[in-house]
């Protein structure tokens, strides 16, 4: 019996994906709910596998092509599951010899948990993924697993003992020295594309801009920093603190945390907030649902394990849908000001950016001072100039008196 290998339900919203990689080839015996291939969406990376025991006979999609919910991938042979199974388990029993050795790059063991992330990076680098002990949950490989085991090889190599060789010259030509390179765009980054080119095409986009002084923030985790981790197994980041100052300013200015609908205003009175974080493949923005409810060590958690989910490349359709408000935080990468661009249909996006010591005037004097430039991005159509300027002001209020957010909150 010829079983179809289906383009599954990918999550809400998600219709179209990219074929990235088949992590099987055509002839390859696959067990029942192994993974053939992995599908590359605009919001995560998706593996597709076996419904039934069997032989891949047939892949009608190459990698690269674009495929939707429902479309055909390839073929199992499910009539020869039973002697593959045989054949499988008598080539394991039999020892092996020199010519049937491991070599680098072969395909992972059927009980190994590999990251797509990761598996993609063994690909590149030509690593056994058997070779690997993985430290993620369950004992799956992830990114990090690889760059180690890539790094220990390397030291490994640079301390043995090489064959003198004649030495190599280095030539160079016009033609070397003029180099280009082609790459196909990922769906994400066409997705990633697409949406911002509609962000600014489709909305009366403006950015208002004011500077906050991170000095009382900067004291106040200084002083409990240590208590914190020591209670929570956390630290205390900035984030935290403009994400409580932001739904403060949403619930006082609730259209910047509504989207349009045609010719209605539909404003929400939940708050989940999207935290921008800059991913391999472009950006992602993770969302922390109900993110009011939440205290400071419950939204510093949040943010650690989306961290820790987008450098694994584990991030789920779910953890992305959604969110009525976006913070994006430039600053990491050194970003001194910029104008952020709205996360569709959201009508606002906070940016920060980089802490700096500047001189500034307090009670007739000049003091120097951490400050931070903030930016606002708004929709016009339905959030005025004084709104937005209220907004900004009220959350830099906050930040300069933090204790205020136990109050606001």
């Not at 479309?71 to 020869?80: A, F, K, M, P, T």
């Not at 690909?123 to 690593?127: D, L, R, S, T, Y």
């Not at 209605?264 to 939940?270: M, N």
């Given at each position: ?10 999550g809400?919203?998600?219709?179209e ?7 099987k080839?055509?002839g ?6 192994e993974?053939?291939v992995e599908l ?6 998706l593996?597709?596998?076996a419904k ?12 690269g ?5 429902g ?10 599951k ?16 020199d010519?049937?050795?491991?070599k680098a790059?072969?395909?992972t063991p059927?009980?190994q948990l590999?990251?797509p992330v990761?598996?993609?990076?063994a ?5 056994d ?6 430290t ?21 190599e ?12 280095a ?11 082609r790459q196909?765009?990922s769906?994400?980054?066409r ?11 489709s909305?009366?986009?403006l ?6 002084n991170m ?14 981790q ?6 205390l980041?900035?984030?935290?603190f403009f ?5 403060s300013a ?8 509504a989207?349009?609908?045609?010719d ?7 708050y ?5 974080v800059g991913a391999e493949?472009?950006?992602?923005v ?9 205290s ?7 943010i650690?394990?989306?961290a ?16 009525t408000?976006t913070?994006?935080?430039g ?18 996006i ?8 500047r001189?500034?005037?307090e009670?007739?004097?000049?003091v ?7 930016a606002l991005s708004?929709?016009h159509r339905?959030?005025?100039?004084r709104?937005?300027?209220?907004f900004?002001v009220?959350?830099?209020?906050l ?11």
């Open positions: 019996m010829t079983i179809k290998i289906i383009v599954p339900e990918m809400e919203s998600v219709i994906a990219t074929v990235h990689q088949w992590l080839k055509e390859d015996f696959v067990q029942a709910g993974a053939l590359e969406t605009d919001k995560v990376n593996e597709v596998g039934s025991a069997g032989v891949l006979a047939k892949i009608t999609v190459p990698e092509q674009d495929v939707k919910v479309d055909v991938l390839g073929l199992i042979n499910e009539e020869i039973q002697s593959a199974s045989q054949l499988a388990i008598s080539s394991v029993a039999s020892p092996p010899d010519h049937s050795a491991p790059n072969q395909e059927q009980t590999v990251t990761a598996s993609r990076l690909h590149e680098q030509n690593v993924l058997a070779k690997v002990r993985g993620g949950p369950e004992g799956r490989v992830t990114k990090s697993d690889v760059e180690q085991f890539v790094q220990k090889q390397t030291v490994i640079d301390e043995t003992p090489k064959q003198s060789a004649q030495p190599a010259l030539i160079t030509t016009e033609s070397t020295a003029r180099r280009e390179e196909r765009m769906r994400r980054r997705t990633i594309a697409q949406r911002l080119l509609e962000a600014s095409q909305t009366a986009m950015t208002t801009f004011n500077e906050v000095n009382a923030v900067m004291e106040l985790r200084h002083r409990r920093n240590e208590a914190f020591a209670r929570y197994g956390l630290k980041g900035i984030t935290s994400i409580k100052a932001s739904i949403l619930k006082a200015f609730p259209r910047l945390n989207e349009i609908q045609g209605e205003i539909l404003l929400k009175y939940y989940d907030i999207g935290v921008a493949e472009g950006l992602v993770p969302v922390i649902r109900d993110a009011d409810r939440l400071f060590a419950e939204i510093e958690r949040r650690k394990e989306f820790a989910k987008t450098n694994d490349g584990t991030l789920s359709v779910e953890d992305l849908r959604g969110g408000f913070i994006t935080n600053g990491v990468f050194g970003s001194l000001l910029s104008t952020p661009i709205i996360n569709l249909p959201q009508v606002g906070l940016g920060l950016h980089k802490i700096e010591d001189p500034v005037a009670a007739g004097q000049v120097i001072r951490p400050m931070m430039y903030v708004y929709d339905i959030v005025d100039g709104e937005a300027v209220q900004l009220h959350v830099k209020e930040i300069g008196d933090p204790e205020r957010l136990l109050l606001e909150g």
